[in-house]
C-alpha cells in the first residue's frame, strides 16, 4: 500500500463543475502539498497547509489531521484546469522529503 | 524572482548511450532536488543536495546514474549506460532549505525517452 492514496486517478467533468480530488495518507506529516502539472513535465505548487483550509480563486484546499486526508476542490470549473494534480506529503524531521502520490488526472471539458 | 531552468526539455537516446542534464536552482536556494517520474507515477525522489554536499541518495541507482553540484549551485545529473526502464520525466527542484515549512520550487523537468 502507498504511503500517499489519491482518489480518484482519473477525472472528466464538464465545464463549470464542481470537482473534488481527495488524498489519504498513512504516514505523520508536518505538512502537505497540493501540486499541479501540466502536459509538459512541469508542476507548479498550489498550496502547502498542516492544519484546516486555503483558499486561492477558485480552489479550496482542506486537511483533516486526525482522519489523514485532505481534499482538493475546484469551483466553476474550466479546460484550463486540465491538468495532473499530485498530492504529497512532508515527512518530520530536518530533511523532511516529500512523498507523491500517483496524481489524478483532470480534464474538464468545455 | 526567476524560477528553476532545467535543459535539455527533451532528449531521446539509444539505450547504452549516456545522457546529461543540467538544473539551475532559485537563486539563494541550498536544497536541491532531483526526481524521477515514470509515466503515471508521482516523482521519485533520487538525489537532495545541500549546497554542494549530498544529504539523500537512497534511491539513486548508482551503477548508472550520478549527481554533482561542484559548486553549490547548478547541478547535473548524468545516466551511463541508459536503459529503456530510464525512460522517464526527471524533475529538478530547490527550496531555500532543507527541512518542513520550505517550499519546493520545481523546474519544467527533462522529458527523456530511452529507445
Known amino acids: 500500500k502507498n504511503e500517499v492514496e489519491q482518489s480518484p486517478q482519473n477525472l472528466t467533468a464538464q465545464e463549470g463543475e464542481f470537482i473534488t480530488i481527495n488524498c489519504s495518507y498513512s504516514?505523520?506529516?508536518?505538512?502537505l502539498h497540493w501540486l499541479q502539472q501540466h502536459p509538459g513535465g512541469g508542476i507548479v505548487s498550489l498550496f502547502m497547509l498542516s492544519s484546516g483550509k486555503k483558499k486561492h480563486g477558485r480552489l479550496i484546499a482542506t486537511i483533516n489531521i486526525q482522519e489523514k486526508h485532505s481534499s482538493l476542490h475546484i469551483t466553476a470549473s474550466h479546460p484550463r484546469d486540465s491538468a495532473v494534480y499530485i498530492c504529497?506529503?512532508?515527512?518530520?524531521?530536518?530533511?523532511?522529503?516529500?512523498?507523491f502520490g500517483k496524481g489524478t488526472k483532470l480534464s474538464v471539458k468545455p | 524572482e526567476a524560477g528553476v531552468a532545467q535543459s535539455p526539455r527533451y532528449k531521446i537516446i539509444e539505450k547504452r548511450q549516456s545522457v546529461a542534464f543540467w538544473c539551475n536552482p532559485i537563486s539563494g536556494h541550498a536544497t536541491l532536488y532531483w526526481y524521477q517520474q515514470i509515466l503515471g507515477q508521482g516523482p521519485k525522489l533520487l538525489i537532495q543536495f545541500q549546497n554542494n554536499g549530498v544529504v539523500d541518495d537512497s534511491q539513486l541507482p548508482k551503477d548508472r546514474f550520478s549527481a554533482e553540484r561542484l559548486k553549490g549551485v547548478d547541478s547535473t545529473l548524468k545516466i551511463q549506460p541508459a536503459k529503456l526502464e530510464d525512460s522517464a520525466v526527471y524533475l529538478c527542484?530547490?527550496?531555500?532549505?532543507?527541512?518542513?515549512?520550505?517550499?519546493?520550487?520545481f523546474g519544467p523537468g527533462t522529458r527523456l525517452t530511452v529507445l
Open positions: 504529497a506529503v512532508r515527512g518530520g524531521g530536518s530533511q523532511g522529503n516529500l512523498i
Open positions: 504516514v505523520g506529516i508536518s505538512a
Open positions: 527542484a530547490s527550496s531555500r532549505q532543507a527541512g518542513a515549512g520550505n517550499e519546493q520550487f
